[in-house]
C-alpha cells in the first residue's frame, strides 16, 4: 500500500486533483463538521445571499455529529455519518469552493459530477470508528447553529486524521472499484 | 394463585440507565470475536485495515469510557415480563424512558431523537422504542438496543408475491444488501424475518438481533437459510467499510413464521458491525 498523502486545509486545486481514488490521506490542521440541519441552514444562509459560517474556499468539512464531550475530553465519539443526506446541498457548497468532504457511504450522481467540475473530492472514514476518530481531533468549537446541539458547525483542530480516496476529481469510485474487484 | 412479586419502577429505571451506557460502550463479546475471525478470513488487506482499526477502536471505547460510536442509537428497549410480576411506583415505560433519559445524560450518550418534520431534538432521547411481551413466571428481562440510524435506514420490508417463494426471498435479501454499500457501515449482520404480518415481520427481525453470532438456530429450515444467504452475500464484493473484500456480513439471523395464504412478508433489518446490546433479568 502506498504512503499516505499529507494535507493542510485550506486545499487548493492542485492539491485535490492530485488525488486518486484509493489514495490514503492524512489531514492535519483546521475542518469544519456540519450534516443534515447544519447543511440545510447553511445552504439557506447562502441562497438568501448571506455569508457561510466559515470560509468555504478550500474547506474541509466533516459529516460528523459527535457525541459530548465527558469531563476533561475535547470532544466524545467522532465518527462518519452516511453521506447520501447531504447530497442535495453538497453541490452548492462545492460550486462556492468546498475542497473535500469527509464522510461514508455512497454520493450521487450530482455531487460526483460537481466534484469533477469543480475540482473536489470525497474521503471516506471508517464508519463506527468513533472512539479512534476522536483521538485525532486535539480542539473543538461550536461556531454556528448551537441549537442543533450535536448538529451544530463546529471548528476541529485534527491531527493527522487517516483517511482514503473516493471519489476523485476524474470521476474515479473507490467503492465501486473496491466491489468489482471482489465479487464472485 | 401465586404471590405478584413485586418490582419496583425506580429500579427498572435504573437498570435500563445502566444498559444504556454498557450497550454503546462495550462491544459485545461475540462482535469483537467474529470481527478478529473477519481479520483474519479478509483477503483485501485494506478491508484487514479497517477491520483491525474496528477492533482497536472497540478496545480503546471500553478502556476509556467512550462510546465506541457517536450514533448511540434510537433505545429500542425488548421487555420479557412475567405476569406474575407487580411493578409499583410507576409505569413500565414511564419507567423505561426514564432510565434512557438518565442513561443517555450520564454516559456522555449523543441524543438522536427529534421531531419528523421540524427535526428539533427532544434532548433527552426518549421516547424510547419498547416492544413488550408478556411471558409465564416472575422476572423482567430487558434488553436495550441502542440501534442507529445509518444501518436501520438500509433496512427493507417487502410484501412479496407467494410465487416468488424462497427464491425470491434470498433475491430480496441480497438486493437489500447491495443496494446499501457502504452505506450501513458493513460488516453487518442481517436480522432476516419471512412470514407473519405487515409490522410482525419488522419487530420479528429486529428482535433476532438480540441472537449471539455465531449461536446455532433451532429451527433447521432456518439455520439453512442463515448459512446460504451468509454466502450469498458475501459473494457481493462490498467488504469491510464498503471498501471491497470478502466479508460483508458477520451473522444472519433468520426468523421463519406462519402469514396468511395470500402473503409472502419478509423483513431484513441490517445492523451495523457496532451490534450493541445488553440486558438484565430482574
Excluded at chain 2, 38 to 54: F, T, Y
Excluded at chain 2, 80 to 98: F, K, P, T, W, Y
Excluded at chain 2, 197 to 216: I, N
Aim: charged letters at 25%.
Amino acid at each position: 500500500m502506498s504512503q499516505p498523502v499529507r494535507l493542510t486545509p485550506p486545499l487548493s486545486d492542485e492539491q485535490v486533483a492530485a488525488l486518486t481514488a484509493g489514495d490514503r490521506v492524512l489531514i492535519s490542521g483546521t475542518i469544519y463538521t456540519g450534516r443534515d440541519a447544519a447543511h440545510k441552514r447553511m445552504v439557506e444562509a447562502l441562497d438568501r445571499g448571506e455569508d457561510p459560517p466559515f470560509e468555504l474556499a478550500g474547506a474541509v468539512i466533516y459529516y460528523v455529529g459527535p457525541s459530548p464531550p465527558p469531563p476533561g475530553r475535547v470532544i466524545g465519539a467522532a465518527g462518519p455519518t452516511t453521506s447520501y443526506r447531504m447530497d442535495p446541498y453538497a453541490p452548492t457548497l462545492i460550486a462556492r469552493g468546498l475542497k473535500a468532504m469527509i464522510g461514508k457511504g455512497k454520493r450521487g450522481e450530482e455531487v460526483k459530477k460537481a466534484m469533477q467540475e469543480h475540482k473536489a473530492v470525497y474521503l471516506a472514514a471508517i464508519g463506527g470508528a468513533g472512539a479512534l476518530m476522536a483521538r485525532c481531533i486535539k480542539q473543538a468549537e461550536v461556531i454556528a447553529y448551537p441549537d442543533l446541539g450535536p448538529e451544530a458547525v463546529r471548528r476541529l483542530v485534527v491531527e493527522d486524521m487517516p483517511l482514503i480516496v473516493v471519489n476523485d476529481v476524474r470521476g474515479g469510485d473507490l467503492y465501486q472499484e473496491g466491489r468489482r474487484r471482489y465479487q464472485r | 394463585m401465586a404471590a405478584l412479586r413485586t418490582i419496583e419502577a425506580a429500579e427498572i429505571t435504573a437498570a435500563v440507565a445502566r444498559l444504556c451506557g454498557e450497550a454503546d460502550i462495550e462491544l459485545p463479546q461475540d462482535v469483537r470475536r467474529a470481527l478478529e475471525q473477519a481479520r483474519d478470513q479478509e483477503e483485501s488487506p485494506v478491508g484487514r485495515e479497517v477491520l483491525a482499526r474496528l477492533i482497536e477502536n472497540a478496545d480503546i471505547a471500553r478502556r476509556e469510557r467512550l462510546p465506541i460510536c457517536q450514533d448511540c442509537g434510537l433505545a429500542v428497549v425488548f421487555v420479557d415480563l412475567g405476569q406474575e410480576v407487580h411493578i409499583r411506583g410507576g409505569s413500565l415505560e414511564e419507567a423505561i424512558n426514564a432510565g434512557v433519559r438518565q442513561g443517555y445524560q450520564d454516559y456522555y450518550l449523543r441524543k438522536s431523537v427529534c421531531h419528523p418534520f421540524t427535526r428539533a431534538n427532544t434532548g433527552d432521547n426518549t421516547p424510547a422504542v419498547i416492544h413488550t411481551r408478556i411471558v409465564p413466571g416472575d422476572r423482567l428481562h430487558l434488553w436495550v438496543v441502542p440501534k442507529g440510524g445509518g444501518s436501520e435506514n438500509m433496512s427493507r420490508v417487502f410484501l412479496l408475491t407467494p410465487a416468488v417463494g424462497l427464491e425470491g426471498v434470498k433475491q430480496k435479501v441480497v438486493e437489500t444488501v447491495e443496494a446499501a454499500g457502504p452505506n450501513p457501515c458493513p460488516p453487518i449482520i442481517l436480522g432476516v424475518a419471512v412470514g407473519g404480518t405487515f409490522e410482525q415481520a419488522a419487530v420479528r427481525a429486529k428482535r433476532t438481533l438480540l441472537r449471539e453470532l455465531g449461536s446455532a438456530n433451532p429451527d433447521p429450515e432456518a439455520a439453512a437459510l442463515e448459512a446460504e444467504l451468509l454466502e450469498l452475500v458475501n459473494r457481493t464484493g462490498i467488504g469491510p467499510a464498503g471498501l471491497g473484500g470478502r466479508v460483508t456480513c458477520l451473522g444472519v439471523f433468520v426468523d421463519i413464521h406462519p402469514c396468511h395464504i395470500a402473503s409472502l412478508p419478509l423483513a431484513v433489518n441490517i445492523q451495523c458491525h457496532a451490534a450493541r446490546h445488553k440486558e438484565v433479568v430482574l
